[in-house]
């Protein structure tokens, strides 16, 4: 049966369920086709999954380390199915919450693949095939794992993060094949559960892309968990067996290391083969879909956002783009802006926003920075954790603030602070003059702004 509606969101990621919640909410008449859950890569295998095995493996560090607090808890002990059952069930809340956003306002989900017939035709495969009718298109079929021609990497002891947060149990032993961001956030959750990891990491860094200094720190904080890290690392090969083994070389060596499952987290390729962009006369970039700022191809009246795009690969850039294309397609004038933060799950966790100090200094900036140790925080101290950095990166002539990167305790729920001083073009005087709780962590933010200034009291000189 044929239907028509103002607008089409192809993807039901939080690029797509968002875009959608909001064109509905501009009284657009609206769609989402989802040819697996709402919710996409983030809250079914994402975001959501990882984090809830985070937040469990936390819990068992702390229970673990009680002693120091002064209580006592012997024993501590995990069982592996019952974290993976509340991983399981905290999605299937928030999968359902995500749903109600649409249907709630009476946007009409239908379940199954689409392909673009023309720029105002979507053709939908699956169990109850339809043909729907659009003036308006976003497409936010977002990204899938990438796997590199390494000979033995379709083997079964590899697993990609899909098959990684569907498992069960918990291995004993796990080597990851990159240290970028999914490779961290792996290595901590086994490491806090008492298991071997090893990263082998091409690039001569971890985290790829971040300040040199954090990632320098969080390298030393892994390792000192121990976990074996090699970077300049080139894989070779797997051999496939009882255990996964990994041949790589490393300093003009030959070397293997093995695991029970090797992790392949080596970056994310778009989903944008067999969805007719050819019909519509859009080109990707190895298979990204470019838009402008106002996050619409060059076809008019056809959006994409999120991972597709390959602007950012993260779940609230893709909700940001979202709102956007929503705007114009309900023929409004939004354009995206602002800097993108990026978190990093890690224990510590990292966040960061804005330009790196390399970065600042090749744009040609006379950069200054700020840096406040975790270890001299108050609230840091109180909790036990006293590992991290606040540092910020400004502009020594404007006083503009380019950068933060903070490696601390709840980081993550830090940044956003950085974000709207950034968003304000707050000068970084004007966030040395805010009044930040005490005793909070977030202190060391107003703490490496009054550095900056060369100003700070509770730095020793
Ligand atoms: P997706 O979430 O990938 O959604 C796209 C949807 O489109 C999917 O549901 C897919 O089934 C559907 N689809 C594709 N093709 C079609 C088609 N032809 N027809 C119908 N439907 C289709 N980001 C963060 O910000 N924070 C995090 O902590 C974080 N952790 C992550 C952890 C892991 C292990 C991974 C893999 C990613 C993580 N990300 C995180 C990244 C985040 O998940 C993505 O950036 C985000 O999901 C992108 O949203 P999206 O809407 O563009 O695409
Ligand atoms: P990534 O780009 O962050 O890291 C991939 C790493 O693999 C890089 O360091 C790269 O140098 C390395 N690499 C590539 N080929 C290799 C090879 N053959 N051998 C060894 N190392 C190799 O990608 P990812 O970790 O797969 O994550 C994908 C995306 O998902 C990220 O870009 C991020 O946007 C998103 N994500 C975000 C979060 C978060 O926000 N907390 C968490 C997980 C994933």
Redesign the pocket.
Known sequence: MDEKFDLVV?????????AAARALQLGLKTAV???????????????????ALLHSAEVYQTVKSCDAYGISAENAAFDYSKIAARRDKVVKQLRSGVEMLVKGRKGVIYS????LKDKNTIE?TGEKPCVLHADKIII??????SIPPIPGIDGEKVLD??A??AMATCPESIVIIGGG??GV??ASLYTALGKQVTILEMMENILPGTDTEISGLLRKSLEKKGIKIFTGARVTGIENGAKGVCAFEYQGKKLTVEGDIVIA?IG?KP??K??GLENLGIETDRGFIRTDDHMETPIKGVYA?????GR????????A??LVAAANAAGQEKKISGAVP????TSPEIATVGLSEADAVKGGHSVKIGRFAVSMNGKSKIAGETEGLAKIVTDEKTGEILGAHIMAPRATDMIAELCTAMKLESTIEELADVIHPHPTVSEIIMEAANDALGQCVNKPE
């Open positions: 192809i993807g039901g990621g939080p690029g797509g369920y968002v086709i989802e040819e697996r859950e709402m919710g996409g890569t983030c809250l079914n295998r994402g975001c959501i999954p990882t984090k199954g693949k689409a392909y939908v936010a079929t977002g990204s899938m794992p993060s899909d990684v947060l961001v999914i956030e792996f987290a994310r989903n944008s067999g969805l956002i999120g991972d597709v795009t950012v690969l993260l779940a609230h850039a893709a909700s783009q979202g990026g978190c990093i799950y």
